[in-house]
């Protein structure tokens, strides 16, 4: 990982996403992807092909 996190980013979300594991696992994808990608970078990609998967996921859900 080229960036680094603090650590009490990860506790304030696990504190507020306890409710719904795949929206905080939506947003820990997204920020270690951040993260690991300091400076320029097309983002708009993964963040379409990340956001789709998460909607799929919850949607499914909601069917059942």
């Known amino acids: 990982m080229k960036g680094s996190l603090n650590p009490k980013i990860f506790q304030e979300l696990n504190k507020e996403t306890e409710d719904d594991v795949e929206l905080r696992q939506l947003l820990t ?36």
Do not use: I
């Open 29 to 64: 994808d997204l920020l270690l992807e951040e993260s690991s990608r300091t400076g320029n970078w097309w983002y708009k990609d993964f963040y379409r092909k990340t956001v789709k998967a998460y909607a799929l996921k919850v949607s499914a859900h909601e069917n059942k």
